[in-house]
């Protein structure tokens, strides 16, 4: 990796978190090779047994300005191939199988707003804005925009977002359930750092398999959803059930002590 894309995109592990920070001065934007740098973190994610959850945030006061424009005037199509992982490297990362929490520091615009609602959970400061203003500009949000926030919210607002491009404000946004939570700027990390913790305490496999469940199921009906879960066609389900972990759990709560989980 060049070091170009090691400074668009900062990684930093402790604790099972690994914490990835977007710093593309001055407004975050994505392009090709940053999104390509992005899928590289989420990967090692996926692929570390020691890192449980990702906390994805950026500097300055934007989260992300969402698809750098100046590429397009230096050649970059306005559907280019992201690669596997999709714009911004999670959008389309359907196999992901830890959390991402995206905590929101300022402006989520365009592709950051599709970026932030493909993370799991979703965090903010009290001076973010969200907005999806691609039909202004001849477009649509198609890396996910116009496909996940009519799920996340009634879709008269969704649909007036998407066609006017008006921002949310993170009061707005929180009163939807569109966040988890609003915290103060400078409460921001400390408040995602304190909810991935809550993760890693979680069992890994479990974790998993919630992930599993919902992304499967989504869009079913009740019936049809018991249907899936009970079919023996989702394994990181099956897993779970037969794991050490599902036996510790009980074990420790009758032992009165914390569970020591092996992902096994």
């Not at 593309?24 to 994505?30: E, V």
């Not at 570390?48 to 970059?76: H, Q």
């Amino acid at each position: 990796m060049t070091d170009a894309l090691l400074d668009a995109v900062h990684t930093q592990a402790e604790g099972g978190v690994l914490t990835i920070t977007l710093n593309r001065p001055k407004a975050n934007a994505i392009n090709v090779p940053t999104s390509l740098a992005l899928h590289a973190a989420f990967v090692r994610l996926q692929e570390d047994p020691d890192l449980r959850v990702a906390i994805l945030t950026g500097t300055g006061r934007f989260f992300s300005a969402g698809w750098d424009l100046a590429g397009a005037t230096e050649g970059e199509a306005i559907d280019a191939n992201h690669g596997p992982g999709g714009f911004g490297g999670l959008t389309e990362f359907f196999s992901l199988g830890k959390p991402v929490i995206a905590a929101v520091n300022g402006l989520a615009m365009g592709g950051g707003f599709e970026l932030a609602l493909a993370a799991d959970l979703m965090l903010a400061s009290d001076t973010a804005e969200f907005a999806l203003p691609e039909v202004k500009l001849g477009m649509v949000a198609d890396s996910g925009g116009v496909l996940r926030l009519p799920q996340r919210l009634p879709r008269p607002l969704a649909m007036e977002l998407m066609l006017t491009g008006r921002r949310m404000r993170a009061d707005e946004a929180l009163r939807w359930g569109l966040l988890n939570q609003v915290t103060a700027a400078a409460d921001l990390m400390d408040a995602a750092r304190a909810l991935a913790q809550q993760i890693v305490q979680a069992a890994p496999l479990a974790v998993a398999a919630v992930k599993e469940i919902v992304s499967a199921t989504e869009g079913q009906d009740l019936q049809s959803a018991y249907q899936t879960l009970r079919s023996g066609t989702l394994p990181t389900y099956r897993a779970m059930l037969r794991s050490q972990d599902a036996a510790e759990g009980p074990l420790a709560f009758s032992e009165k002590r914390p569970p020591r989980w092996t992902g096994r």
